[in-house]
């Protein structure tokens, strides 16, 4: 099976898969306020999964894919949600701006993404591409075969 890209596979199979490939790496800089910090000022809690980090850093390694060039401005966008305002109507609000940029900064530690010069930003660098390739094939295989043993 030749040829199997990023599109090819859903978006959240994929971002789990790659999420526990940089887990079980160990490469991924995690720092050290993760735990207690929350992802946007729309939330009440910080996340429940201890993984979380993992997951943003998958999410935004597969939206870099994606498209040619991001920055965290368009990433807190992304990742923004309603703010519920009580009994007012809701708005929609950017998501937190440091856990963006660490994650980018993390995935720039590990080869994955790169600074863009020219246009400003950050994109997916030659080796993040392989690898992401690589891990949407063998997502694509899994997915082959629990439908193979339905």
Not at 54 to 68: D, F
Request: glycine share 10%.
């Amino acid at each position: 099976m030749g040829g199997v890209s990023v599109r090819d596979v859903e978006a959240d199979k994929f971002i789990q898969t790659y999420a526990a490939f940089l887990k079980r790496q160990g490469k991924l800089p995690i720092p050290g306020w993760v735990d207690t910090v929350k992802t946007s000022h729309s939330k009440e809690l910080p996340p429940q999964s201890p993984d979380w980090f993992y997951v943003r850093a998958a999410s935004i390694a597969r939206h870099l894919y994606l498209r040619k060039t991001v920055g965290v401005g368009r990433l807190r966008k992304v990742h923004g949600s309603q703010k519920n305002r009580g009994s007012r109507p809701s708005h929609h609000v950017d998501a937190s701006g440091a856990v963006d940029r660490k994650a980018l900064q993390a995935l720039e530690k590990i080869g994955v993404v790169e600074q863009d010069e020219d246009r400003g930003g950050r994109c997916i660098s030659q080796g993040g591409r392989r690898d992401l390739d690589r891990i949407a094939m063998t997502t694509l295989e899994e997915a082959e075969e629990e439908g193979d043993s339905e």
